[in-house]
């Protein structure tokens, strides 16, 4: 590729201005790690107030809100009670950063009292969970965004226009996924990896954000078969823990998984090949590649696809010599006080949707594909063979 070709994958880099003439209201519901990165990024928009918190454990929200020396916040002991509470609050944004299992019943009972939502990643656990949150949204016909902020990395969204340029030809096979050598995430009260908070681990944790860098680049089409493997050995494993200064009984509050991987057909006739690891011997679980009938792309592996990460290289013949081109790397723009252009853009575009009646940025339409995907490795890890999948038209 010449660079005059690349030059047509640039990024538009305009100035913003806000409207301030009207305030938007918005509750946290979780007030846990994840929370700090949604106020930070809630605090540099200048048409945001922050009116309401909960969280489960008693005095969390309150900290939470001490903490960012924000005041005149009304306090909730679940996200259900701070919902129940809407006509008096009028809020119109909450952000869901409970832990996984909490995602579908904090957004549906958001979106069912009529507010707009911000719902963190992965989309939920289950595929059933997945359609009752979509139903829920339809009826609100409220902004519902889910939480992947990598979708406004200009390196992301340049894998999607070289897709969708043609440049690849027609892609036939994808592998993907990635992730980590030695890094399970314990979190607070070790949500990341009991089964009754989290409900799934390396798989829905960081696995969705490599589903959806590639689902995103060919369009999302729909996931016909899944043949899936998920495991626990280092998770399991005392020692684990004890060899990197942790508490060993970590290995019997463990209740997910440390390792995913599955081979899905897709409607197109595509094939995804996936791995994810939170843990494993090996330095990494593969780069991310798709191949097309014209050219094929490689991305880098990364320990959670979460921006740049390094040039990607696309392969391909011409005029009979096998060339390879090296994409740069595109720097982040500047960023908004302590939050970057991801983090800025996942909140703003939502707040400008909900304020100009746009769409969400990041729909529930694209998210149940990458939930459908979740759901089968899941179900068939657990019952040893390949399953259909079937997402019902809503
Ligand atoms: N987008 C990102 O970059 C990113 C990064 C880390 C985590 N996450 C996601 O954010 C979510 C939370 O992760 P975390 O690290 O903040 O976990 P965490 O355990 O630190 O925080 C979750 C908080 O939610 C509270 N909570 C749970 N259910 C609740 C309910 N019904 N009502 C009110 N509060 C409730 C818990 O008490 C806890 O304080 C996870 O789903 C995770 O996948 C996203």
């Known amino acids: 590729m010449k660079h005059a070709d690349l030059d047509a994958f640039k990024t538009d880099q305009t100035v913003e201005t806000v409207d301030t003439s009207r305030k938007i209201r918005v509750g946290i519901i979780g007030c846990g790690g994840i929370a700090h990165a949604h106020m930070r990024s809630y605090l540099v928009q200048p048409d945001v107030e922050i009116v309401a918190a909960a969280d489960l454990v008693p005095g969390r929200a309150e900290n939470f809100m001490k903490s960012f020396g924000v005041e005149n916040v009304r306090f909730f002991p679940s996200g ?52 009752e949150i979509m139903k829920a949204q339809r009826r609100s016909g409220k902004v519902l965004t889910i939480g992947f902020q990598p ?3 200009a390196n992301m969204q340049m894998v999607k226009k070289i897709v969708q340029s043609g440049e690849l030809g027609r892609v036939y096979y994808i592998q993907t996924g990635g992730g980590r050598r030695h890094g399970i995430p314990i979190g607070n009260d070790a949500s990341f990896i009991r089964e009754d908070t989290a409900g799934v681990g390396a798989l829905g944790d960081i696995g969705c954000y490599s589903l959806d860098m590639v689902l995103n680049a060919i369009g ?49 006739g595509c094939i995804l090949d996936f791995r994810i690891s939170w843990a494993i011997h090996m330095d990494t679980p593969g780069d991310t590649l798709l191949l097309g009938t014209k050219a094929g792309l490689r991305i880098p592996s990364t320990d959670c696809w979460n921006g740049s990460v390094g040039p990607l290289t696309i392969y391909r013949e011409e005029n009979g010599q096998q060339t390879q081109t090296v994409v740069p790397v595109i720097p982040q723009p500047p960023r908004h006080g302590d939050v970057d252009h991801m ?46 999948v079937e997402i019902p038209e809503l």
């Open 343 to 388: 983090w800025y853009h996942k909140i703003r575009d939502t707040i400008d949707a909900i304020k100009t009646g746009g769409t969400s940025p990041v729909p529930i339409e694209q998210i149940i594909i990458n939930q459908a995907i979740i759901d089968g490795i899941l179900r068939s890890s657990e019952c040893q063979h390949e399953v259909s």
């Open 151 to 153: 979708r406004f990395d």
């Open 80 to 131: 259900a009670a701070l919902c129940e509470a809407q006509p008096s609050l009028k809020l119109d944004l909450v952000s869901v950063c409970t832990y996984n299992r909490q995602h579908a019943p904090c957004t549906i009972a958001a979106l069912d009292a009529g507010i707009n939502v911000i719902q963190e990643k992965p989309l939920c656990v289950t595929l059933d969970e997945g359609i």
């Open 220 to 268: 999302y089409p729909k996931p016909l078969t899944v043949t899936g493997y998920k495991s626990d050995f280092f998770g399991k494993n005392p020692a684990y823990y004890a060899n990197s200064g942790m508490d060993p009984k970590l290995s019997e509050a463990f209740g997910v998984d440390d390792f995913a991987a599955a081979f899905v057909r897709l409607e197109d």
